[in-house]
């Protein structure tokens, strides 16, 4: 059975654990569940944490997890561009990152079982990781970023920006991202996990 869900850019401040939680196999995520929750807090190494209350806070694709090439041939750009999640859970204390898994490849068989399985509508925005070997290349290129872009430098990941390009067109959006993941990649930048 394969994953369905690669758990990454796992984050923490206070009591707040966030993480993304991309489409493997056949994962899709409507509401969420509690069990659901569960398991992928499991997977990331706090199968006891004390859950106050969590919520699905963010719907985006990104190529981060791509299992294809850019160019294989009969890919489309949903093939590529994977819809994700952002998971934000309020435990019932703080906590630190000890023990936490942080990588970028935490694969769980957590299921959804809230939704009926239909694919996602095309969101409004997607992702582009870029990660710099020296954070400070990535705090050059963030100044360097266009305005039609948003740019975060996660706390917990050195020399990683998070890219946003929101209100995406639906019809110009694998070229459009596609070529401000291209520019990322010119400055110096990992575009996916496996580069």
């Given amino acids: ?39 992928m807090l499991a997977t990331l190494g706090a199968p006891d944490a004390p859950v106050v209350s969590w919520k699905i806070a963010k ?16 890919q489309t750009w949903e093939d590529i561009w994977m819809s994700t999640w952002e998971v934000v859970v309020e435990l ?6 000890a023990g936490l898994k942080r ?10 079982l809230s939704g009926n399985g239909e694919e996602m509508a095309l969101p409004c925005s997607a992702l582009i990781v870029a990660d ?11 100044r360097r970023s ?7 430098g996660p706390a917990t ?10 209100n995406c067109d639906a019809v110009a959006f694998a070229t459009s991202v596609a070529d401000e993941e291209q520019r990322w990649r010119r400055l110096g930048a990992r575009t996916r996990w496996l580069d």
């Avoid at 690669?6 to 493997?24: D, K, Y």
């Avoid at 719907?59 to 009969?74: K, L, V």
């Avoid at 019932?92 to 990152?97: D, I, M, P, V």
């Avoid at 990588?103 to 959804?112: E, I």
């Fill in 1 to 39: 059975m394969a994953e369905t869900f690669w758990l990454w850019n796992v984050g923490l401040m206070g009591n707040r654990l966030s993480f993304f939680a991309t489409q493997g196999n056949v994962g899709q995520i409507a509401s969420g569940t509690a069990e659901m929750v569960a398991d």
């Fill in 59 to 74: 719907y985006f694709r990104s190529d981060w997890h791509a299992q294809y090439a850019r160019d294989e041939p009969g």
């Fill in 92 to 97: 019932a204390h703080e906590r630190s990152l």
């Fill in 103 to 112: 990588g970028d490849s935490n694969g769980t068989y957590a299921r959804d």
């Fill in 132 to 142: 710099f070997d020296d954070p400070e290349l990535a705090r050059v290129a963030a």
């Fill in 146 to 152: 266009r305005s039609s872009v948003r740019v975060e």
């Fill in 157 to 166: 990941h050195p020399g990683r920006l998070l890219v946003w390009m929101d």
